[in-house]
T-cell receptor, first 112, second 117 residues
Framework: ETGVTQTPRHLVMGMTNKKSLKCEQH?????MYWYKQSAKKPLELMFV???????ENNSVPSRFSPECPNSSHLFLHLHTLQPEDSALYLC???????????FGEGSWLTVV | GNSVTQMEGPVTLSEEAFLTINCTYT??????LFWYVQYPGEGLQLLLK?????DKGSNKGFEATYRKETTSFHLEKGSVQVSDSAVYFC????????????????FGQGTILTVHP
């Protein structure tokens, strides 16, 4: 059983919808991450939160909006997405000073 | 910058065959090295890791040795099973040695392994 839980596991949304992906970690970690995995492309780091502050935003379009209310929870708010945003979105966490990153099972997003 | 190069796939083997998936890296400093596995329809799971030169990571019959002289971290298993069919990712972590207070992973492109009975 993973210590990083993501919901929903599958989401289908229209281009005008607003939805959110949720991630919760039970490992006592202080850093959390969003990664995007698209078909035939390398894993892309989207956002990093360390001690609840966003420390990295890798040129992600503003239609993706992360939120980290506390060290255990991370959200990815989705608004007016495009079909090319369809992908597997992976949440992960690590200790602040460590570099072993643990992933959740991912949320499969389909934009129609 | 950091980079990871993995053996091109897909790799197709018969059950009980020997597996090698090559991984080489370029990095500054002293990175940690990881293998992650992704089973069909699932997220990434940490398979094994090594944090310094000559360390050997092992788990579930898989092994990889951190070779600084050849900048490699090849994944091996002596006898694969059908249940090992998955995508395998080699990754390099700069961690706090990279000047940040959190881990940063650089991934290879992934290698698809299919094992037939």
């Amino acid at each position: 059983e993973t210590g990083v839980t993501q919901t929903p596991r599958h989401l289908v949304m229209g281009m005008t919808n607003k939805k959110s992906l949720k991630c919760e970690q039970h490992l006592g970690h202080n850093a959390m991450y969003w990664y995007k995995q698209s078909a035939k492309k390398p894993l892309e780091l989207m956002f990093v939160y360390s001690l609840e502050e966003r420390v990295e935003n890798n040129s992600v379009p503003s239609r993706f909006s992360p939120e980290c209310p506390n060290s255990s929870h991370l959200f990815l708010h989705l608004h007016t997405l495009q079909p090319e945003d369809s992908a597997l979105y992976l949440c992960a966490s690590s200790q602040e000073t460590g570099n072993t990153i643990y992933f959740g099972e991912g949320s499969w997003l389909t934009v129609v | 910058g950091n980079s990871v190069t993995q053996m091109e796939g897909p790799v197709t083997l018969s059950e009980e065959a020997f597996l090698t998936i090559n991984c080489t890296y370029t990095a500054t400093g002293y990175p940690s090295l990881f293998w992650y596995v992704q089973y069909p329809g699932e997220g990434l799971q940490l398979l094994l890791k090594a944090t310094k030169a000559d360390d050997k990571g092992s788990n579930k019959g898989f092994e990889a040795t951190y070779r600084k002289e050849t900048t490699s971290f090849h994944l091996e298993k002596g006898s694969v099973q059908v249940s090992d069919s998955a995508v395998y990712f080699c990754a390099l972590g700069s961690g706090s040695a990279g000047g940040t207070s959190y881990g940063k992973l650089t991934f290879g492109q992934g290698t698809i392994l299919t094992v037939h009975p």
